[in-house]
């Protein structure tokens, strides 16, 4: 055989093997969004998530062939990066609570991706110029390397992220550590999800929704109680034994917030106009937006509130080109994997709280919290108080001072709700 039909076999054996990968990852794609979404969902929630990456699949089959061996070696590693990734909740569920479902296109997804990053790199290297002066083929590298570390960082990192929060979340329960009895729950949304959780029935008549989830929440759920509170954990969306989709950075989340807030109106123990919340890091950001759209919500705390979206970012006064630019494309990402847009910034829900709210935030916390809460307490038109808690990283508010954080904590709802429903 000639070197010329030697060279012809091997594109196109290349090419037959990039598109069964390409396939298997299309697979998966489909498996996700249409075939096996997760429970409380159908089909048609994952149409702009599910058709718009698999016509850029099929596109990228078709004219694989027709490409020159560089642009090749670039499609192969992108989707081959895109492929690993889809697949990380796989990894992430099979190792919390074993594969099901689409974890099994998810596991396959990933090895098809790394068939595709093996291949782009081998071509790469079989098309590598050899003309022209050693400095002049360094040089050519090196600004395509440079050009490959900016898709990287400005693209696929932030791709990759906003696809990580949008599809794995907590799998688990975890272990019930109240200091007080409690029942489970479940209710549902507007939307149609069941979301379940944990209640401790009210001894004085108020309740508060301590959010989100039932891990970090525990913590201020057990102070509450010890001072007669009615407290409701719950998992969110997509989290636990919730139904849904996962949407870490909060989109929609206030959605279950109304509901928790509809059970408890519906308690025999709690007083309906005595209602309070408080939440964590995001918790905390959709405690606002619930607030903001309910008067229902009578008090609130927030704790290491600050962004979820790229506008709130730039509101916060970061909008130096580096934060801007990796933040943008995440927003825009987690916009096509929801099929959502993003939701309205926390400055401009502040203002519509009509209820009492509480910003609180660490010394030592996030860079955005302390700009953010400081903007968010002075766009606040109700009763408001704020704190930073010396010493406190994120949310680590009850280890780092304790006795403070509750007497401030339990006195503000004390003020607000307790105080409020005896002279009512």
């Known amino acids: 055989m000639s070197l010329a039909a030697r060279i012809a076999a091997g594109v196109r054996s290349e090419v037959v093997l990039a598109r069964l990968a390409i396939a298997v990852i299309a697979l998966h794609v489909l498996d996700d969004n249409f ?21 850029v699949l ?41 594969p099901s479902g689409d974890d099994y296109t998810g596991l396959l997804s990933i090895l098809a991706g790394l068939v595709l990053i093996g291949l782009g790199a081998w071509t790469l290297w079989r098309s590598r110029r050899q003309d022209g002066s050693r400095r002049r083929r360094y040089a050519r590298r090196l600004l395509l390397t440079t050009a490959a570390l900016l898709v990287v960082g400005l693209v696929l990192a932030p791709l990759a992220y906003a696809y990580v929060v949008t599809h794995a979340a907590r799998a688990d329960v975890p272990p019930a550590d109240l200091g007080a009895a409690y029942e489970g729950v479940e209710f549902t949304t507007g939307d149609g999800l069941r979301l379940r959780g944990w209640y401790i029935p009210s001894q004085n008549g108020p309740a508060v929704i301590s959010f989100p989830g039932r891990a970090d929440s525990q913590e201020r759920a057990k102070l509450l109680a010890r001072h007669g509170y ?8 997509g989290e636990g034994e919730s139904d849904g989709d996962p949407n870490l950075f909060g989109w929609h989340g206030e959605r279950d917030v109304h509901a928790a807030v509809a059970f408890l109106q519906g308690r025999p123990d709690v007083d309906p106009d005595r209602i309070g919340g408080i939440g964590l890091s995001v918790g905390g950001e959709m405690m606002i937006e619930a607030a903001a759209e309910s008067p229902a919500l009578k ?68 860079a955005a919290e302390e700009p953010a809460n400081e903007g968010f307490y002075a766009e606040a038109r109700g009763p408001k108080e704020i704190w930073e808690v010396p010493g406190s990283g994120h949310t680590g508010g009850t280890e780092a001072q304790p006795e403070e954080y509750e007497r401030r904590v339990v006195g503000f709802f004390d003020r607000t709700l307790l105080d409020a429903g005896s002279t009512s």
């Open 230 to 237: 009615g407290v409701l954990l719950f998992d969110r969306r």
């Open 35 to 55: 075939l096996q979404p997760n429970p409380g969902t159908s089909a048609a929630d994952g149409l702009v998530s599910g058709l718009v990456p698999l016509a």
């Open 58 to 98: 099929l596109a990228v089959a078709v004219l694989y062939g027709r490409l020159r061996a560089g642009l090749r070696a670039a499609a192969a590693l992108v989707v081959g990066f895109c492929g690993v990734v889809g697949g990380t909740e796989a990894v992430h569920y099979t190792r919390e609570v074993g």
């Open 299 to 366: 008090a609130i705390v927030s704790e290491g509130a600050s962004s979820r979206s790229v506008r709130d970012v730039v509101e916060n006064g970061d909008a130096a080109w580096p934060t801007v630019a990796f933040n943008g494309p995440v927003t825009l990402a987690t916009a096509l994997f929801t099929g959502d847009l993003p939701p309205r910034t926390l400055k401009d829900l502040v203002p519509e709280i009509a209820g009492a709210t509480f910003f609180v935030y660490g010394e030592r916390g996030q």
